[in-house]
């Protein structure tokens, strides 16, 4: 599972999450930075591969534009407002279950108000937020991992499979090779020898 679930709509914010992603896949793997568009493969169930993400994650990042609040549907109601919002679902389903909510603020968005958001979502304002500006992308992005830092480096730790599995003593061995020279140290079942015999002899 991911560490970090960037929540965002695509029309207020889908550039800035982008660029959020792009950022934080080259500091911590993108198999640990969740974005919609860009971890799901075709065929994938959206809905299933979605929450499993979200409720693997350490840190929900929230990307707010200047639309954010106000972005309507084909009806004319706010999407906010709607239960079945994607958006709305996320950041709900993250509060539930303590994941730790980062509001990330973009150029003209302005700060949230409790009375202007719906009752599920009136604790959002009160999240310590980071900003993202676009005349200082490169400073924002930085301040942001250095948080990101503090709550998702080193929860997974990505192990070696099958033969790229480094031995104990920290020879690599590959395929068929064979080691030729002196072995020091324990053989399979434990016990302790010296160099081989036949140093340097072709085995």
């Not at 079945?84 to 949230?112: C, H, T």
């Not at 061995?173 to 016990?191: E, F, T």
């Given at each position: ?124 304002p009160d999240r ?46 590959k395929g068929d090779a ?26």
């Amino acid at each position: 599972m991911a560490d970090v679930f960037v929540n965002y709509r695509t029309d207020d914010a889908g550039y800035a999450a982008g660029l959020v992603y792009e950022r934080l896949r080259a500091e911590f793997g993108a198999e640990n930075v969740f974005r919609d568009c860009r971890s799901m493969h075709a065929g994938a169930d959206f809905p299933d591969e979605l929450w499993s993400a979200l409720r693997g994650s350490a840190v929900l990042l929230v990307v707010i534009g200047p639309d954010w609040l106000t972005l309507e549907d084909a009806t004319g109601r706010r999407r906010i407002d709607d239960p079945n919002d994607f958006v709305r679902r996320e950041i709900v389903e993250a509060v539930d279950r303590s994941i730790r909510v980062i509001p990330v603020f973009l150029d003209g968005a302005k700060p949230l108000v409790a009375s202007d958001l719906p009752d599920a979502l009136t604790t959002l304002p009160d999240r310590q937020f980071v900003t993202l500006r676009s005349r200082h992308d490169g400073a924002d992005l930085d301040y942001l991992v250095k948080e990101l830092r503090l709550f998702v480096s080193g929860r997974k730790r990505r192990e070696p499979k099958g033969n790229d599995a480094p031995s104990r003593g920290g020879v690599r061995i590959k395929g068929d090779a064979k080691v030729i020279g002196p072995v020091i140290g324990g053989d399979v079942y434990g016990n302790v020898r010296g160099p081989r015999a036949g140093f340097g002899d072709a085995q």
